[in-house]
């Protein structure tokens, strides 16, 4: 039973194309995460949402858009993607703002 | 702003011996959390130990402990009896403790590359 789960596993696409990752969790939590580790794998916040509701945006390019159409999906689309956006992104989930972060097993972006 | 630190890039360590991972971080505030993560190869993360910073007692988890230095701001992670499968990449993570929405946000040291030797 996958708790927190991302589509695709591995992406790998074109300079300048538009791309999404999906990610959902069966763990009944309200509060979604979007990590961003780079080739040094460094690790850092994107975005969260509560109860479907952005509550951090971290300083991420406005090509980056979240989308949480309900407290169990929150979906990252990418527009224009830029070489620098090739990294691994991994979505998270907790069960209000203050508990324990369930993390996915990670999207590997390519762009070539 | 929170800082984490973590000065081992690689670290190695035989079979069945112990190794200890550094951690130092840097924060204003008197109450938050410290995790250690650790990411084997399949790249899942997995939450190994988690300490809250008004409790005194060091964390332990099995083989994994924790020697939190609050004072010195250190949170170094020790595992004992070590096993072919600890080898991961190991992070370190800080997490404010209070309410709004940016306390929620993990905030990671650049990682320690573990390799265990049989």
């Known amino acids: 039973d996958t708790a927190v789960s991302q589509t695709p596993k591995y992406l790998v696409t074109q300079m300048g194309n538009d791309k999404s990752i999906k990610c959902e969790q069966n763990l009944g939590h309200d509060t979604m995460y979007w990590y961003k580790q780079d080739s040094k794998k460094f690790l850092k916040i994107m975005f969260s949402y509560n109860n479907k509701e952005l509550i951090i945006n971290e300083t991420v390019p406005n090509r980056f858009s979240p989308k949480s159409p309900d407290k169990a999906h929150l979906n990252l689309h990418i527009n224009s993607l830029e070489l620098g956006d090739s990294a691994v992104y991994f979505c998270?989930?907790?069960?209000?703002?203050?508990?324990?972060?369930?993390f996915g097993p990670g999207t590997r972006l390519t762009v070539l | 702003a929170q800082t984490v630190t973590q000065s081992q890039p690689e670290m190695s360590v035989q079979e069945a011996e112990t190794v200890t991972l550094s951690c130092t971080y840097d924060?204003?505030?008197?109450?938050?959390?410290l995790f250690w993560y650790k990411q084997p190869p399949s790249r899942q993360m997995i939450l190994v130990i988690r300490q809250e910073a008004y409790k005194q007692q060091n964390a332990t988890e099995n083989r994994f402990s924790v020697n939190f230095q609050k004072a010195a701001k250190s949170f170094s992670l020790k595992i004992s009896d070590s096993q072919l499968g600890d080898a991961a990449m190991y992070f370190c993570?800080?997490?404010?403790?209070?309410?709004?929405?940016?306390?929620?946000?993990?905030?990671f040291g650049t990682g320690t590359l573990l390799a265990v030797q049989p």
């Open positions: 998270a989930s907790s069960q209000g703002l203050y508990n324990e972060q369930f």
């Open positions: 924060t204003s505030e008197s109450d938050y959390y």
């Open positions: 993570a800080y997490r404010r403790k209070g309410y709004g929405g940016a306390t929620n946000k993990l905030i």
